[in-house]
C-alpha cells in the first residue's frame, strides 16, 4: 500500500471512529462498517471524501465464519485507486441499509444481491428478485444452495475426469425431481404477482393536464427486434410520449457466477468470453487482471503490448458494431450496420489468426497471453490501423455525423446529466458522454497505459447524438494507441514463467477492472487457497447502465426509447449473465 | 356499349392486374438485389439463375405458411382488412394510360383501361382508401403495437393526402384538364417536372409518407412496433398487405411519371405507338430505384417530428407552390408564354426560403431541447 493511502487510513479513522475498523485480514483490504452506520458512513464518505462513485455492490457467503459480507468498491469520478468497504451480516436474516438514497447507482446491483445472495436492503424502493424469477428457491450464489443434480463442489468432478467417463449425473437419474419451488408456491396457480405489481406500479400517472387521456402500458421485449436480444422494457405512454419505463431482464440469466465458482480458475478464461460476446478480449483482460493481483505476478513486456493491442482492437470493432446498431435501431436500414460489420470482419480476422476464434478468443493466460502472434499478423495489424481503420473511421463520420435526421433524432434526446451520470454508477461512454472524463485507462491506470499517449474522449450534452459522437471520438484515440503499441511492440516472451493448467492462487481478495468497451468491467475474486475461486464476481457495465434508462427515457417518446437503449450499447449476455 | 367494348375492357383489366401482380413479384427482387448493391452484399441468388426464382419461392412460402388468428381479434375485420388494403392498389392505376392507342384486330385500342375526365380526383379517392385497411388491421388486431401503428398511419396519411392533393393542382393548371390523357399531351413539348419542380419534390416526398416507405415508415417501423399494423398477420393475409405496399410502390411511380415526367411521352412514341409502355417502364424503373435507395440510406424519423414536417413545412410549401403557378399562368396569359418559367423560378426561391427557415427552426429546436430538459 502506498503512503496516500496509508494517510487516507489514519484520516477515515479519525473521522468515523468505532464506526470503521481496517479490514486487516491477508490478502484483504478496505475497511469493516458497523451496519448501524453504513449511511452515514457512506454519505461522508461521498461528501466529504470525494468517493462519489459507486462502482460493484456485491456480497460474499463466508460460510465457514457463518456471515454475509456486502462488499462495495467505492471511486472518485476524479480519478485514483479504490476505496473498499464492507459490511458484516448473519447468513439467518440477512439485511443491511440500502446505499440507493445515498448511491442511486446501487439499485440494480442490490436487487441483483438480493436475488442472488439474498442479502435484504433496507429502505430500497423496489426489491425485486431481478434476474431469476418468483417461483425459484432459494438464493443461488450461497455455498449452501446446491443445484438440481449437484454433483460436486468444484470441477473438474470425478465423474469426468481423470476416468474420462463422459456422462452427466442426470442421465442417471433422469425422472428426479429437479426443480424445487418457494415454500407454498404452486406453480399451477402461479400468476405472476410480480407482473402485477410491475404493471400497477406503472398505471396511474398524474401528467397534470384536464384532458382526459388513457394511458398505454406497452411492453417493449422481451420478444422485440430493437432490445438487441431477450430484454424487455415496460413503458407506460401517453399518446406516444413516455411517462415511465421499467427494465425487465433475466431471460438470458444462466448463474454465471456461481458456474464461476464451480470453475477452475483458468477454466473461467473462455467463460468470460460468454459475457460480453462481441468484445471477449476486454473480457479477458479485466479477469487476468483480478487473478494477476492476487498471484503478484505480471506479464512480459510483450505480452503486455498484445494484450493492449488486442484490447483496443476490441473497443474498435465494438464501437464500430455499436455505432451501425445504434443506426439500424434509428431505422436506416442496415446499410451502416453492413458496412461497419465489413470492417469488423476484419478485425475478427485478426482474433481468428491469433487466438484460433473469430468471438470466443480466450486469448489471455494469468501472466501473459496464449500464442505469439503468427507470421504476418502484425504487419496486416500495422495495415488496418495505420491505413484502412482511419479511413474507414472518417468516412463513417462524413456519411452520418452531419445527416439530418440523425441530429433530429439524437440532439437533446435522453440527456443524462453528468451529476446523474456519476450518481447512476454510469460507466464508460454514457458516463463520458454525460461530460465526466472519466476514463479507467488514465483515471487508475492499469497494463501499460500509462506510456502511451492518447486523450480521454469526452462530450458535454450527455444526450443519444454525443453518445455517437464519442464512440467516434474513442476509436480515433484507440487508433493513436494503436499505432504506438504496433511501432513499440518488442521481442520476448509472451508468458511469465510455464503455461499452467492448475493455478496456484493465494488466498484474499482482489478486484481488478479494465476500461471495457461498453464501460467499466470489473472481476471481483475472493480465493480461499484452493482450485476455484470462493467468490466470482462480475460488474457488468451493460447492466448497471440500464439504472440511469428510465431518467433518460421518460418525457422522451416512444421511438427515442429504442434509440436511447441502442445508445447505451448493452450486450444480453452481459447483462444477465 | 357494345360487347366487344365489353370485351375489351375484361381483357385490358386483366392484362393490366397480371402485369401489376407480376411486376410485384420482380419489384421485390429487384428492392432486395439493389438494396445488397448498395449494402456490400449479393442479395438472393439461389432460386433459380441468378435468384430469378426468389419470387416465386416467396410466393410458395407466403401461400404455405400457417394463418394464425388471434383469439381476441375481432375475426370479420380481421380478415377484410387486407382485401380492404389491396383493393386500391389494384385499382388505382385504372385512369392511367400506358399509352396512346394502337389497332388490334381492326379496332382501335387505346393502351389504359379508361381516361376519365376526372382522373386525378379518381386517384385521390382511390388512394384514400387503402388507409382504412390499415386502420382496421391495427385496430382488429387487439394488439398494441398494431394499434399504435394503425393510429399512426392515419395520421400520417390524413396529413400527407393534404400536401398530396395540392401538389397535383400544379400540373392540373398547367394543362387545363384532371384527366391523366390530357395532362399526359400537355406535357408533348416539354415536362412538367421542369415547370414544376417543387410540386414534383412535394408530391414525391408526401407519397413516400402516402405507401409508408422509408424513411417514412412510421406504422411499420420495425425498431419501435416490430411491424405496426400487420405484425399479427401471417401467411398469405400479411401476403396482401405486401403486394398492397409493393403495387402502391408501383402505382405513385406511374402516377408521378404521368403527372411530372410525361408519362408515356418520349421521343418517336407518336410514330411507333408500342414505344409508350416502354418509356414508361424506364421511367418508373428510375423512380423505383430512388425509393430503394432512399432506403438504403435513411434513417426514420420520429413520429411527432413527421407530423411537424407534413403540417409545418410541406403543407404551407405546397400552398405556396400553387399560388406561384396560378401568379404564373396569369404572368404567361398576360406577357407571353415565356413568363410561364417564372414559376420554376419563382417556387424554387419559395422552396430554399422554406429551407432556410427550416434548418434555423431545427437548430433552435434542438438546441433548446438540450438546455431545458430537466
Same mark, same amino acid.
Given at each position: 500500500?502506498?503512503?496516500?493511502?496509508?494517510?487516507?487510513?489514519?484520516?477515515?479513522?479519525?473521522?468515523?471512529?468505532?464506526?470503521?475498523?481496517?479490514?486487516?485480514?491477508?490478502?484483504?483490504?478496505?475497511?469493516?462498517?458497523?451496519?448501524?452506520?453504513?449511511?452515514?458512513?457512506?454519505?461522508?464518505?461521498?461528501?466529504?471524501?470525494?468517493?462519489?462513485?459507486?462502482?460493484?455492490?456485491?456480497?460474499?457467503?463466508?460460510?465457514?465464519?457463518?456471515?454475509?459480507?456486502?462488499?462495495?468498491?467505492?471511486?472518485?469520478?476524479?480519478?485514483?485507486?479504490?476505496?473498499?468497504?464492507?459490511?458484516?451480516?448473519?447468513?439467518?436474516?440477512?439485511?443491511?441499509?440500502?446505499?440507493?438514497?445515498?448511491?442511486?447507482?446501487?439499485?440494480?446491483?442490490?436487487r441483483?444481491?438480493?436475488?442472488?445472495?439474498?442479502?435484504?436492503?433496507?429502505?430500497?424502493?423496489?426489491?425485486?428478485?431481478?434476474?431469476?424469477?418468483?417461483?425459484?428457491?432459494?438464493?443461488?450464489?450461497?455455498?449452501?444452495?446446491?443445484?438440481?443434480?449437484?454433483?460436486?463442489?468444484?470441477?473438474?468432478?470425478?465423474?469426468?475426469?481423470?476416468?474420462?467417463?463422459?456422462?452427466r449425473?442426470?442421465?442417471?437419474?433422469?425422472?428426479?425431481?429437479?426443480?424445487?419451488?418457494?415454500?407454498?408456491?404452486?406453480?399451477?396457480?402461479?400468476?405472476?404477482?410480480?407482473?402485477?405489481?410491475?404493471?400497477?406500479?406503472?398505471?396511474?400517472?398524474?401528467?397534470?393536464?384536464?384532458?382526459?387521456?388513457?394511458?398505454?402500458?406497452?411492453?417493449?421485449?422481451?420478444?422485440?427486434?430493437?432490445?438487441?436480444?431477450?430484454?424487455?422494457?415496460v413503458?407506460?405512454?401517453?399518446?406516444e410520449?413516455?411517462?415511465?419505463?421499467?427494465?425487465?431482464?433475466?431471460?438470458?440469466?444462466?448463474?454465471?457466477?456461481?458456474?464461476?465458482?464451480?470453475?477452475?480458475?483458468?477454466?473461467?478464461?473462455?467463460?468470460?468470453?460468454r459475457?460480453?460476446?462481441?468484445?471477449?478480449?476486454?473480457?479477458?483482460?479485466?479477469?487476468?487482471?483480478?487473478?494477476?493481483?492476487?498471484?503478484?505476478?505480471?506479464?512480459?513486456?510483450?505480452?503486455?503490448?498484445?494484450?493492449?493491442?488486442?484490447?483496443?482492437?476490441?473497443?474498435?470493432?465494438?464501437?464500430?458494431?455499436?455505432?451501425?446498431?445504434?443506426?439500424?435501431?434509428?431505422?436506416?436500414?442496415?446499410?451502416?450496420?453492413?458496412?461497419?460489420?465489413?470492417?469488423?470482419?476484419?478485425?475478427?480476422?485478426?482474433?481468428?489468426?491469433?487466438?484460433?476464434?473469430?468471438?470466443?478468443?480466450?486469448y489471455?493466460?494469468?501472466?501473459?497471453?496464449?500464442?505469439?502472434?503468427?507470421?504476418?499478423?502484425?504487419?496486416?495489424?500495422?495495415?488496418?490501423?495505420?491505413?484502412?481503420?482511419?479511413?474507414?473511421?472518417?468516412?463513417?463520420?462524413?456519411?452520418?455525423?452531419?445527416?439530418?435526421?440523425?441530429?433530429?433524432?439524437?440532439?437533446?434526446?435522453?440527456?443524462?446529466?453528468?451529476?446523474?451520470?456519476?450518481?447512476?454508477?454510469?460507466?464508460?461512454?454514457?458516463?463520458?458522454?454525460?461530460?465526466?472524463?472519466?476514463?479507467?485507462?488514465?483515471?487508475?491506470?492499469?497494463?501499460?497505459?500509462?506510456?502511451?499517449?492518447?486523450?480521454?474522449?469526452?462530450?458535454?450534452?450527455?444526450?443519444?447524438?454525443d453518445?455517437?459522437?464519442?464512440?467516434?471520438?474513442?476509436?480515433?484515440?484507440?487508433?493513436?494507441?494503436?499505432?504506438?503499441?504496433?511501432?513499440?511492440?518488442?521481442?520476448?516472451?509472451?508468458?511469465?514463467?510455464?503455461?499452467?493448467?492448475?493455478?496456484?492462487?493465494?488466498a484474499?481478495?482482489?478486484?481488478?477492472?479494465?476500461?471495457?468497451?461498453?464501460?467499466?468491467?470489473?472481476y471481483?475474486?475472493?480465493?480461499?487457497?484452493?482450485?476455484?475461486?470462493?467468490?466470482?464476481?462480475?460488474?457488468?457495465?451493460?447492466?448497471?447502465?440500464?439504472?440511469?434508462?428510465?431518467?433518460?427515457?421518460?418525457?422522451?417518446?416512444i421511438?427515442?426509447?429504442?434509440?436511447?437503449?441502442?445508445?447505451?450499447?448493452?450486450?444480453?449476455?452481459?447483462?444477465?449473465? | 356499349?357494345?360487347?366487344?367494348?365489353?370485351?375489351?375492357?375484361?381483357?385490358?383489366?386483366?392484362?393490366?392486374?397480371?402485369?401489376?401482380?407480376?411486376? /410485384?413479384?420482380?419489384?421485390?427482387?429487384?428492392?432486395? =438485389?439493389?438494396?445488397?448493391?448498395?449494402?456490400?452484399?449479393?442479395?438472393?441468388?439461389?432460386?433459380?439463375?441468378?435468384?430469378?426464382?426468389?419470387?416465386?419461392a416467396?410466393?410458395? =412460402?407466403?401461400?404455405?405458411?400457417?394463418?394464425?388468428?388471434?383469439?381476441?381479434?375481432?375475426?370479420?375485420?380481421?380478415?377484410?382488412?387486407?382485401?380492404?388494403?389491396?383493393?386500391?392498389?389494384?385499382?388505382?392505376?385504372?385512369?392511367?394510360?400506358?399509352?396512346?392507342?394502337?389497332?388490334?384486330f381492326g379496332?382501335?385500342?387505346?393502351?389504359?383501361?379508361?381516361d376519365?375526365?376526372?382522373?386525378?380526383?379518381?386517384?385521390?379517392?382511390?388512394?384514400?382508401?387503402?388507409?382504412?385497411?390499415?386502420?382496421?388491421?391495427?385496430?382488429?388486431?387487439?394488439?398494441?403495437?398494431?394499434?399504435?401503428?394503425?393510429?399512426?398511419?392515419?395520421?400520417?396519411?390524413?396529413?400527407y393526402?393534404?400536401?398530396?392533393?395540392?401538389?397535383?393542382?400544379?400540373?392540373?393548371?398547367?394543362?387545363?384538364?384532371?384527366?391523366?390523357?390530357e395532362?399526359?399531351?400537355?406535357?408533348?413539348?416539354?415536362?412538367?417536372?421542369?415547370?414544376?419542380?417543387?410540386?414534383?419534390?412535394?408530391?414525391?416526398?408526401?407519397?413516400?409518407?402516402?405507401?409508408?416507405?422509408?424513411?417514412?415508415?412510421?406504422?411499420?417501423?420495425?425498431?419501435?412496433?416490430?411491424?405496426?399494423?400487420?405484425?399479427?398477420?401471417?401467411?398469405?393475409?400479411?401476403?396482401?398487405?405486401?403486394?398492397?405496399?409493393?403495387m402502391?410502390?408501383?402505382?405513385?411511380?406511374?402516377i408521378?411519371?404521368?403527372?411530372?415526367?410525361?408519362?408515356?411521352?418520349?421521343?418517336?412514341?407518336?410514330?411507333?405507338?408500342?414505344?409508350?409502355?416502354?418509356?414508361?417502364?424506364?421511367?418508373?424503373?428510375?423512380?423505383?430505384?430512388?425509393?430503394?435507395?432512399?432506403?438504403?440510406?435513411?434513417?426514420?424519423?420520429?413520429?411527432?417530428?413527421?407530423?411537424? /414536417?407534413?403540417? =409545418?413545412?410541406?403543407?404551407?410549401?405546397?400552398?405556396?407552390?400553387?399560388?406561384?403557378?396560378?401568379?404564373?399562368?396569369?404572368?404567361?396569359?398576360?406577357?407571353?408564354?415565356? /413568363?410561364?418559367?417564372?414559376?420554376?423560378?419563382?417556387?424554387?426561391?419559395?422552396f430554399?426560403?422554406?429551407?432556410?427557415?427550416a434548418?434555423?427552426?431545427?437548430?433552435?429546436?434542438?438546441?433548446?431541447?438540450?438546455?431545458?430538459?430537466?
Open positions: 500500500m502506498s503512503e496516500q493511502t496509508l494517510v487516507a487510513e489514519d484520516i477515515i479513522k479519525t473521522r468515523f471512529g468505532e464506526a470503521v475498523e481496517a479490514d486487516g485480514r491477508k490478502g484483504y483490504e478496505g475497511y469493516l462498517v458497523k451496519r448501524e452506520k453504513l449511511v452515514e458512513v457512506a454519505t461522508a464518505l461521498r461528501d466529504e471524501f470525494g468517493y462519489d462513485y459507486l462502482s460493484s455492490v456485491t456480497a460474499v457467503d463466508y460460510l465457514p465464519e457463518d456471515k454475509i459480507e456486502v462488499v462495495y468498491h467505492l471511486f472518485k469520478s476524479t480519478g485514483g485507486p479504490s476505496l473498499v468497504i464492507k459490511v458484516d451480516a448473519p447468513r439467518e436474516n440477512t439485511s443491511v441499509p440500502s446505499l440507493v438514497p445515498v448511491y442511486p447507482g446501487a439499485e440494480l446491483q442490490e441483483e444481491a438480493w436475488d442472488l445472495m439474498g442479502v435484504k436492503f433496507e429502505g430500497h424502493p423496489d426489491l425485486r428478485r431481478i434476474l431469476m424469477w418468483e417461483g425459484f428457491a432459494g438464493h443461488p450464489l450461497r455455498k449452501d444452495w446446491r443445484e438440481a443434480y449437484f454433483e460436486e463442489e468444484g470441477k473438474p468432478f470425478k465423474s469426468r475426469w481423470p476416468d474420462g467417463h463422459v456422462y449425473i442426470e442421465d442417471k437419474n433422469p425422472f428426479a425431481k429437479n426443480v424445487d419451488y418457494p415454500a407454498g408456491f404452486d406453480p399451477e396457480s402461479w400468476v405472476p404477482e410480480g407482473e402485477a405489481a410491475l404493471y400497477a406500479g406503472m398505471g396511474a400517472v398524474d401528467v397534470g393536464s384536464n384532458l382526459r387521456t388513457d394511458h398505454v402500458v406497452v411492453n417493449l421485449g422481451p420478444q422485440h427486434p430493437s432490445t438487441h436480444g431477450v430484454f424487455r422494457m413503458v407506460t405512454l401517453d399518446g410520449t413516455i411517462l415511465k419505463l421499467k427494465p425487465v431482464m433475466g431471460y438470458l440469466h444462466r448463474n454465471h457466477e456461481k458456474i464461476g465458482e464451480r470453475n477452475t480458475f483458468l477454466q473461467n478464461m473462455p467463460f468470460t468470453d459475457l460480453d460476446y462481441l468484445s471477449s478480449m476486454s473480457n479477458n483482460f479485466g479477469y487476468a487482471l483480478a487473478v494477476e493481483k492476487l498471484m503478484g505476478i505480471k506479464p512480459p513486456e510483450r505480452a503486455e503490448y498484445l494484450r493492449v493491442i488486442m484490447a483496443e482492437l476490441t473497443r474498435i470493432s465494438n464501437h464500430i458494431f455499436a455505432i451501425g446498431m445504434f443506426l439500424n435501431d434509428l431505422g436506416a436500414y442496415f446499410t451502416p450496420a453492413l458496412y461497419a460489420i465489413q470492417e469488423r470482419e476484419l478485425i475478427l480476422d485478426i482474433f481468428e489468426a491469433v487466438s484460433g476464434s473469430r468471438m470466443m478468443c480466450n489471455f493466460r494469468f501472466g501473459g497471453v496464449a500464442r505469439d502472434l503468427p507470421e504476418g499478423v502484425l504487419e496486416k495489424i500495422r495495415s488496418l490501423v495505420v491505413d484502412r481503420l482511419p479511413r474507414k473511421v472518417d468516412e463513417l463520420d462524413l456519411y452520418l455525423t452531419n445527416n439530418e435526421i440523425i441530429r433530429a433524432r439524437g440532439e437533446g434526446v435522453g440527456v443524462l446529466t453528468p451529476e446523474q451520470a456519476i450518481a447512476y454508477s454510469a460507466a464508460g461512454p454514457v458516463l463520458r458522454a454525460s461530460g465526466v472524463p472519466y476514463d479507467i485507462r488514465r483515471a487508475d491506470p492499469y497494463s501499460i497505459y500509462d506510456r502511451f499517449e492518447f486523450d480521454v474522449a469526452v462530450r458535454y450534452h450527455g444526450d443519444v447524438y453518445r455517437y459522437l464519442i464512440r467516434m471520438d474513442e476509436m480515433r484515440q484507440s487508433l493513436r494507441i494503436l499505432q504506438q503499441a504496433v511501432r513499440d511492440l518488442p521481442e520476448g516472451p509472451i508468458q511469465e514463467g510455464k503455461p499452467q493448467y492448475q493455478v496456484r492462487v493465494p484474499g481478495e482482489s478486484y481488478g477492472r479494465v476500461e471495457g468497451p461498453k464501460g467499466e468491467l470489473g471481483y475474486i475472493v480465493s480461499n487457497g484452493k482450485a476455484n475461486p470462493w467468490r466470482y464476481h462480475v460488474r457488468a457495465p451493460s447492466f448497471i447502465n440500464l439504472t440511469a434508462l428510465e431518467t433518460m427515457a421518460v418525457g422522451d417518446k421511438a427515442d426509447a429504442v434509440a436511447i437503449l441502442g445508445s447505451i450499447d448493452i450486450v444480453l449476455g452481459e447483462t444477465d449473465r | 356499349m357494345d360487347l366487344a367494348l365489353l370485351l375489351e375492357w375484361i381483357i385490358k383489366s386483366l392484362v393490366l392486374i397480371l402485369i401489376l401482380l407480376t411486376s /410485384f413479384a420482380y419489384l421485390t427482387f429487384y428492392e432486395r =438485389k439493389a438494396l445488397a448493391r448498395i449494402q456490400v452484399r449479393i442479395g438472393p441468388n439461389r432460386a433459380g439463375p441468378g435468384g430469378w426464382l426468389q419470387p416465386v416467396d410466393a410458395v =412460402k407466403l401461400i404455405f405458411k400457417e394463418e394464425l388468428t388471434p383469439a381476441k381479434a375481432y375475426k370479420v375485420i380481421f380478415v377484410i382488412a387486407p382485401m380492404l388494403t389491396l383493393l386500391p392498389a389494384l385499382i388505382i392505376l385504372a385512369v392511367v394510360p400506358f399509352g396512346s392507342s394502337i389497332t388490334l379496332r382501335q385500342v387505346s393502351l389504359g383501361i379508361t376519365i375526365n376526372v382522373g386525378v380526383l379518381y386517384i385521390m379517392a382511390v388512394a384514400s382508401i387503402s388507409v382504412y385497411g390499415i386502420v382496421l388491421a391495427g385496430w382488429s388486431s387487439n394488439n398494441k403495437y398494431a394499434m399504435l401503428g394503425g393510429i399512426r398511419s392515419s395520421a400520417q396519411m390524413i396529413s393526402e393534404l400536401a398530396l392533393g395540392l401538389s397535383i393542382i400544379g400540373p392540373i393548371l398547367l394543362a387545363e384538364s384532371m384527366s391523366i390523357g395532362i399526359i399531351d400537355a406535357q408533348r413539348g416539354i415536362w412538367f417536372l421542369f415547370l414544376q419542380p417543387v410540386g414534383a419534390i412535394i408530391f414525391w416526398t408526401a407519397t413516400l409518407a402516402e405507401v409508408n416507405r422509408s424513411p417514412f415508415d412510421m406504422p411499420e417501423a420495425e425498431q419501435e412496433l416490430t411491424a405496426g399494423y400487420h405484425v399479427e398477420y401471417s401467411g398469405m393475409k400479411f401476403a396482401l398487405f405486401f403486394i398492397a405496399e409493393y402502391k410502390m408501383i402505382a405513385v411511380s406511374v408521378l411519371a404521368a403527372l411530372f415526367l410525361g408519362g408515356y411521352r418520349g421521343p418517336f412514341v407518336d410514330q411507333v405507338p408500342l414505344l409508350g409502355p416502354l418509356y414508361l417502364f424506364v421511367k418508373v424503373f428510375v423512380l423505383l430505384f430512388i425509393m430503394i435507395w432512399v432506403r438504403a440510406t435513411l434513417p426514420r424519423i420520429r413520429y411527432d417530428r413527421l407530423m411537424a /414536417f407534413g403540417w =409545418k413545412l410541406l403543407f404551407p410549401l405546397a400552398l405556396t407552390n400553387v399560388f406561384l403557378t396560378a401568379v404564373g399562368i396569369i404572368l404567361a396569359d398576360t406577357y407571353g408564354p415565356a /413568363f410561364l418559367w417564372s414559376i420554376p423560378l419563382m417556387s424554387i426561391l419559395a430554399l426560403v422554406v429551407n432556410y427557415l434548418r434555423d427552426r431545427i437548430a433552435t429546436a434542438s438546441a433548446q431541447a438540450v438546455s431545458f430538459r430537466r
